[in-house]
C-alpha cells in the first residue's frame, strides 16, 4: 500500500488550502451589545490550533460554561462564546495546562487520513515551546479581557 504522507507547513499556502488545515481566532466582544463588534483579536496559527487539541487544552477548557449554537461548547469548526465572569477559571486551567506542556519534547502527530482519490496522512509537528509562547499570548489576552469586562468568541 502507497502511501503519501504530508508534514503541514503554515508558510506553504498550498497546505493552507487543505481541508484538514485549521487555524482560528478569539475575539474579546461583549454578549450584552445591541449589535456585534470586535473589540480585539487574536490569531490562532495552524500550529497552535493543532497544539491546543493535541495537548488537551480544547478537552479542559470545556469544564467551563461555553455558549455555543451547537451546545458542543468549545470545538472544531465551530463558535463559541465565554462569559466574561468564567474568564478567571479559564486563566486557571491555562496555568495547569502550561504547566504540562512544559515538559514536553518536539514530536510529529498525524492530523488525519484520507483513502480517497488516494491515501494520504496528514502530519505536523508540534514545538511545545511554540505552544507555550501561544498559550503565554492567550492568557494575557484574555486577562485583559477579563479586566476590561469583555467575553470572549472563539472561532475554531
Not at 478537552?59 to 455558549?67: G, M, R, V
Not at 455555543?68 to 470545538?75: H, I, V, Y
Not at 499570548?137 to 475554531?156: M, N, P, Q, T, V
Amino acid at each position: 500500500m502507497t502511501v503519501t504522507h504530508i508534514l503541514l507547513d503554515d508558510q506553504n499556502p498550498l497546505h493552507r488550502e487543505l481541508p484538514i488545515y485549521r487555524s482560528g481566532k478569539i475575539n474579546t466582544v461583549r454578549l450584552s451589545d445591541k449589535s456585534y463588534e470586535v473589540y480585539d483579536s487574536l490569531a490562532i496559527s495552524g500550529h497552535d490550533y493543532s497544539a491546543l487539541f493535541h495537548y488537551g487544552v480544547i478537552e479542559q477548557l470545556n469544564d467551563l460554561p461555553f455558549i455555543s449554537e451547537a451546545n458542543n461548547g468549545l470545538d472544531s469548526w465551530d463558535e463559541a462564546f465565554l462569559p466574561s465572569g468564567a474568564i478567571g477559571r479559564m486563566l486557571e486551567t491555562l496555568d495547569g495546562c502550561m504547566e504540562q506542556i512544559g515538559v514536553k519534547s518536539p514530536e510529529k502527530v498525524m492530523l488525519g487520513w484520507q483513502d480517497d482519490p488516494e491515501r494520504i496522512a496528514y502530519w505536523r509537528e508540534i514545538d511545545p515551546a511554540e505552544a507555550l509562547g501561544f498559550l503565554r499570548d492567550f492568557r494575557k489576552f484574555a486577562a485583559k479581557a477579563a479586566k476590561e469586562g469583555y467575553d470572549l468568541e472563539f472561532i475554531l
